[in-house]
């Protein structure tokens, strides 16, 4: 069973790349245990096995290239603002999709636009995009929406909710590449630790 306090302790002993690979690699996702009450090993891997095959089928993508992150992973928040924020009724279920095909269409997507209009988040954008990533947020603004992919997470959701019960909100982050996504996750790590410390 994971245990949060356990897993914050860890957080500190080990070092950025030995607590991602045992958390985000290898262990089960909290959410599972403690919010749906998933006992065994392959009650696990049957309801991954679901929740990544929603995902492939609705967005095509490989089966493996999506994963839930952050407080619904590890059941506290790495973001350096939420001081390990423990997930809780008003939490939301992070989930990443790695793929550049979906990545890089939806930057030519916002090159085009952006050529003929004004974007008031523009250095938001710069910033997402030069990070390798993009999430449901930034692709539905004033800027730009992309109701395509937006339909789609929509549906994802839909799906999860009823074929594995999940009810929180969801939101998603799309990645160029297993390298951006593991770049950023390290970083979030590194940077609570930081904030932590000086603390």
Request: net charge negative; glycine share 2%; charged share 30%.
């Amino acid at each position: 069973m994971m245990e949060t306090t356990e897993i914050i302790e860890n957080l500190y002993k080990m070092k950025t790349e030995e607590f991602f690979f045992k958390y985000f690699v290898k262990s089960p996702t909290w959410y599972f245990e403690k919010v749906l009450s998933i006992t065994s090993q392959q009650e696990e891997i049957d309801m991954l096995d679901i929740f990544r095959s929603i995902i492939s089928k609705k967005l095509d993508i490989d089966f493996g290239n999506s994963q839930i992150v952050g407080s619904a992973k590890i059941g506290f928040s790495l973001n350096p603002n939420k001081h390990l924020k423990q997930f809780d009724d008003d939490s939301d279920i992070d989930i990443a999709i790695i793929s550049e095909r979906i990545f890089n269409d939806l930057w030519k997507k916002l090159l085009e636009e952006s050529a003929s209009n004004y974007f008031i988040n523009y250095a938001r954008y710069s910033s997402c995009i030069f990070k390798g990533y993009l999430n449901d947020k930034t692709l539905s603004t004033d800027d730009f929406t992309d109701i395509n992919i937006q339909n789609s997470f929509s549906e994802i959701s839909k799906a999860l909710r009823y074929e594995l019960s999940i009810q929180h909100e969801i939101n998603y982050r799309i990645y160029k590449d297993w390298r951006s996504f593991n770049i950023y996750q390290k970083k979030s790590i590194e940077k609570i630790k930081e904030k932590e410390v000086e603390k």
